[in-house]
């Protein structure tokens, strides 16, 4: 597999890769930098690296795991080629390189399966037209004239001076 080069800031993409690998050697690539040294490239994210077989995603499968588990958008997905995925794979999330620019150098043994993106979140709405949403439309509180704290405060220091008198009155 030739390099795969990761542009700087790139986010909400998401590389599939299937392992052909042995089970405990797929395994490995769990452990902290592990992953790294399979991808060429150093100082990943091993938070945003899922390793795993296939066969633990039962019934949602991939095509499940990308659209319902990592928001990608079904256009993007062609179910029979991630049906015909088995054994292991690597899921490995742009946010691993923690925005920097990489050239991935892939071992022969990772085939990438796809290069999906992630659905952007609409952050932009319209102007929100109720009473409640004006500004200094909330209904004003009296400034407190702080009466009821300081009666608290003196009810307070009354139960301590009897308990202390009750203890005092105990011991002699």
């Known amino acids: 597999m ?60 991939l095509y499940g795991y990308l659209s319902e588990g990592c928001g990608v958008s079904e256009d993007q997905l062609d179910r029979a080629k991630l049906d015909a995925v088995d054994g292991w794979v690597l899921v490995l999330r742009s946010a691993a390189l923690s925005g920097r620019a990489a050239k991935l150098n892939p071992d022969p043994r990772l085939r990438l399966i796809g290069l999906y993106t992630e659905e952007a ?4 709405g319209g102007t929100i037209e109720t009473e409640s949403a004006r500004p200094y439309s909330a209904a004003q509180n009296p400034v407190s004239s702080g009466q009821p704290r300081r009666t608290g405060s003196a009810l307070l220091a009354l139960i301590i001076l009897l308990v202390i008198g009750g203890a005092l009155w105990l011991i002699l």
């Open 2 to 61: 030739s390099d795969l080069d990761i542009s700087a800031g790139e986010r909400g993409v998401i590389r599939l890769f299937a392992l052909n690998m042995r089970p405990e050697e797929a395994k490995f690539l769990r452990e902290p930098g592990a992953a790294d040294q399979v991808l060429g490239v150093s100082g990943l994210d091993p938070e945003q690296i899922d390793v795993f077989p296939v066969s633990d995603l039962e019934d949602l499968g």
């Open 121 to 124: 979140t609409n952050w932009s």
